[in-house]
């Protein structure tokens, strides 16, 4: 059995140190060092025995790694990865790769220059019953695909700090949603029509909703429904009904019932495929190509709603 591949990651913030809990356990993979420039945050990770440096040069500079989990503001995915690359290590960075298709695919390029690897963290491409349905439909269980619905709705808002620099709901959001559909169906999106709520309960999110829908059309014919919210009492819920017409599946995905389980478990299989597609193997996850494609939808879901796509050069 090989040595645990080594990520370095960078950024502990929210999503960061899910991905920490996410980890642990793992034979495969382990996080050996932690780029955290605010010290109070650093202490901590310190104490639960992480090699905690303010900077990814510096981290890059003093660690032994064979990898790099990116989990920095939306605002820095490109520029981290970039700087990662450049110094020769592999990249598994969080979703949607930044604000700007053309960059996402720019790096994706660097990425192939350097012999690297290079994965955008949609953790939903590793959890069982997706993969399962997945598979299901490839295989026609469900006969032809009429109607698709992907949910995602939190628990509360986001901070309004988060919120300026996230692109929006579509973006920060419905890319999980996009990527989950073009994955699971193979099927392109030809048109769509979107909604959004009027007012938001936070008056300092000018340009972000609070909830927002899309119906569309696919290249194969299927419809689909995208909803996104911030309201869902108790604990983030996501769920996936599919109509066929042979059969028909209905499931939570996460719910407040499962908690941050079924996610962290998906985390884990991800840096595990990632490992091993760093090592060589073919890549399971969303390349950048896929990313920059996500990027380009939500971009079109967010302009046909009218809302500004926050943090955006």
């Known amino acids: 059995m ?4 080594r990520f370095g990651l960078i950024g502990a913030g929210r999503m960061g140190r899910t991905h920490l809990r996410g980890l642990e356990g793992s034979t495969e993979v382990e996080i050996v060092a932690v780029t955290e420039p605010v010290e109070s945050a650093a ?21 032994e790694l064979d ?14 990865t970039r700087k990662a690359l450049e110094a020769g290590l592999p990249v598994l960075c969080e979703k ?45 269980k469900y006969g032809t695909v009429h109607f ?28 999980h949603e996009v990527d989950q559909t073009l994955w699971l169906l193979g099927q392109d999106f030809t048109e769509y029509k979107t909604q959004s709520f009027p007012t938001t309960e936070d008056p300092g999110a000018q340009n972000d909703v609070d909830s927002a829908q899309a119906l569309a059309m696919l290249s194969g014919g299927t419809s689909t429904v995208i909803s996104l919210g911030r309201f869902y009492k108790g604990g983030d819920i996501v769920s996936v009904e599919l109509f066929g017409s042979r059969d028909h599946s209905r499931f939570d995905v996460v719910s407040p019932e499962t ?11 991800q840096a595990e495929a990632f490992a091993r597609h760093a090592r060589g193997a073919a890549q399971e996850g969303t390349t950048a190509e896929e990313a920059a494609r996500v990027l380009e939808l939500a971009h079109g879901l967010t302009e046909a709603a009218g809302v500004a796509v926050l943090g955006a050069p």
Not at 114 to 131: D, N, T
Request: hydrophobic share 40%.
């Open 2 to 5: 090989s040595a645990p591949f």
């Open 43 to 63: 202490a901590s990770l310190r104490e639960q025995g992480l090699s905690v440096l303010p900077t990814a040069e510096e981290m890059f500079a003093e660690s």
């Open 67 to 80: 990898g790099v989990l990116i989990a920095v503001p939306t605002p820095q995915h490109i520029d981290t």
């Open 96 to 140: 949607p790769f930044g604000l700007v298709p053309d960059d996402a695919r720019a790096a994706g390029r660097l990425a192939s220059e350097k012999g690297l690897a290079l994965q955008i963290a949609y953790w939903r491409r590793f959890v069982p019953q997706l993969s399962t349905l997945r598979s299901d439909l490839a295989d026609g």
């Open 148 to 175: 698709l619905v992907c949910s995602q709705w939190d628990e509360a808002p986001p901070p309004l700090s988060f919120r300026n620099d996230s692109g929006g709901i579509y973006i920060d959001m419905g890319v």
């Open 259 to 269: 908690g941050e389980g079924p996610q962290l478990h998906a985390l884990k299989l």
